[in-house]
């Protein structure tokens, strides 16, 4: 009922920059929290950023300074602008969104199929 379609992810050299889109669309009353998380290879999935509906931003330290969330609250779309990239920044990228498809209900958490972002070094 509600779908996540990403873009952006790649193959960049180490240093260089890539941008992230993600979009939801569906049965969305409102999306307080909107954020991403990633997932190396034999790791856990952690946090990278999240950015609420009024603009605040939490990100994970290993990407303080080096990457910005925002979003576009009328296009329910959340970015993910990553600069001076590391190879330790390769894995797959989720986007996540806490949604409320209803004012009555309480908010879900959809996901993302994932987009590869692979660095050189």
């Known amino acids: 009922q509600v779908q996540l379609v990403e873009s952006g992810g790649g193959l960049v050299q180490a240093g260089g920059s890539l941008r992230l889109s993600c979009a939801a669309s569906?049965?969305?009353?409102?999306?307080?929290?909107m954020g991403w998380y990633r997932q190396a290879p034999g790791k856990q999935r952690e946090l990278v950023a999240t950015?609420?509906?009024?603009?605040?931003?939490n990100y994970a330290d290993s990407v303080k300074g080096r990457f910005t969330i925002s979003r576009d609250n009328a296009k329910n779309t959340v970015y993910l602008q990553m600069n001076s990239l590391k190879p330790e920044d390769a894995a797959v990228y989720y986007c996540?969104?806490?949604?409320?498809?209803?004012?009555?209900?309480?908010?879900?958490?959809?996901w993302g199929q994932g987009t590869q972002v692979t660095v050189s070094s």
């Open positions: 996540n969104a806490r949604v409320v498809m209803h004012i009555l209900l309480s908010a879900i958490d959809c």
């Open positions: 950015i609420t509906n009024g603009g605040s931003t």
């Open positions: 569906g049965r969305i009353f409102s999306i307080p929290t």
